[in-house]
């Protein structure tokens, strides 16, 4: 990190939005992100004018509390599926975006979008023209048998088309999401993958491995026949196998998860990884701020009393308040995410406090594991630490 990219943390200024959009056509059996499935246009309308309070409120009411919103660098819509939201709905929230915080002339303004709803060049083009400069798309596998599996509403074609018709309209930054260890995946399935990817506009990828979530479908999957689940080994080979083609594509990995090409890292997730402050709204968003954790009821009636009762900055919505330790801590944590490393002088700069001592025993265990490499400047997951991450994460919890 240069100087410039030291996180403003103590002096409590922020720049970063993630609005939380809590509507899905239907549930995929994977997800446990709160979302209602059904899209009712009631609903949505409920959200949306509790949204507009929500922005008014945290406006209003952040200097009183210690927080200096500045112009927003990063705006994320996330979910849920936002692309379900009329476009009118969003024109006029970035609209009162600008209006109340000030928005970046260069700033990173991300849609998350579903390719089913992408059906046309113009759908992608009335997105661009409201103000939004990144689309999230939620690609997950090119083999139409795995996409069934998933319980996702689009197929290999509708893929395909939604990305072509966003370049088309003029995105030129567009991300897809890619799963690896899928029941019934084979490495044929990676293959027909990434053979489909290669032919798109794409300028970052993320690819994570299944998680199952307690109350999923798959979770139930599972339980009847894990035989269908990859085991760890053949899910390592499955990523191992995306990381080496996507490099060779050009692409940089630069997170664990995460490739992209030249300067097209996520500058919002970059915010996380450095736990730098960010603000979040809609139901079940957390927002990072002062050193304080807060989160939104994941119910749309119980956030909405939030909102119109309390208020973004009530007590009752902070769900920890992170002591000068545990922000030592989470520095490592989510800094090895990224596979630039933690820098010692960056770390020292930022908690006065050098790690070498501080986390003496656990870099000496994990890099005597071969899970950690330090150079002298820049403490870094080795290879086998991203395969092992949580092992290391473990460590500094
Ligand atoms: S569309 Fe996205 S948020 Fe909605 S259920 Fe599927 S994975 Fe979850």
Redesign the pocket.
């Known amino acids: 990190m240069s100087q410039q990219e030291i996180p403003n943390l103590l002096t409590g200024t922020v720049s970063s939005l993630y609005i939380h959009v809590p509507f ?5 059996h ?4 709160y ?1 209602l ?1 059904g899209a009712d246009s009631q609903l949505v309308q409920v959200w949306h004018e509790t949204i507009k309070v929500e922005l008014q409120r945290l406006s209003r009411e952040a200097e009183s509390n210690g927080v200096s919103i500045l112009p927003l660098e990063t705006i994320y819509y996330g ?3 936002p692309s379900l939201l009329p476009f009118e709905f969003l024109a006029e929230e970035l609209e009162l975006c600008r209006e109340l915080f000030g928005i970046a002339e260069t700033a990173e303004i991300t849609l ?1 979008a ?1 390719p089913e709803q992408i059906k046309t060049e113009e759908t992608a083009a009335e997105w661009l023209t409201i103000g939004f400069n990144r689309l999230s798309i ?1 690609l ?1 596998s090119a083999s139409d048998h795995l996409l069934r599996i ?4 689009h197929n290999k074609e509708d893929a395909l088309r939604a990305v072509c018709f966003a370049h088309e309209a003029g995105f030129c930054n567009i991300s897809a999401d890619i799963i690896s260890g899928l029941p019934d995946a084979q490495m044929s399935d990676i293959e027909e993958t990434l053979a489909f990817i290669d032919n798109l506009p794409l300028t970052h990828l993320s690819c994570y491995a299944l998680d199952v979530p307690h109350d999923s479908y798959f979770a139930k999957m599972l339980a009847a026949d894990c035989s269908r689940f990859p085991d760890d080994r053949l899910e390592r080979e499955m990523f191992h196998h995306i990381r080496e083609v996507l490099i060779d594509r050009g692409f940089n990995h630069y997170e664990i998860s995460n490739f992209a090409l030249d300067s097209f890292q996520s500058r919002h997730n970059t915010v996380y990884w450095r736990a730098e402050p960010y603000l979040a709204a809609g139901p079940s968003a957390s927002s990072y701020l002062a050193g304080i954790r807060r989160s939104n009821p994941a119910s749309l009636m119980e956030w909405k009393k939030t909102v119109l009762e309390d208020g973004p900055f009530s007590a009752d919505t902070v769900t920890e308040i992170i002591s000068e330790e545990e922000a030592a801590r989470e520095s490592i944590l989510l800094g090895l995410r990224l596979l630039s490393g933690v820098k010692a002088k960056d770390f020292q700069q930022r908690h006065s406090r050098d790690y070498r001592q501080l986390f003496a025993g656990q870099i000496k265990k994990l890099s005597q594991a071969g899970l950690l490499n330090f150079d002298g400047d820049t403490l870094r997951l080795t290879h086998e630490g991203e395969d092992f991450c949580n092992i290391v994460f473990r460590e500094f919890v």
């Open positions: 899905c056509q239907s549930k995929c994977y997800c446990d992100f979302s499935a979910g849920g599926t998350e579903n939620g997950q998933m319980g996702r509403r």
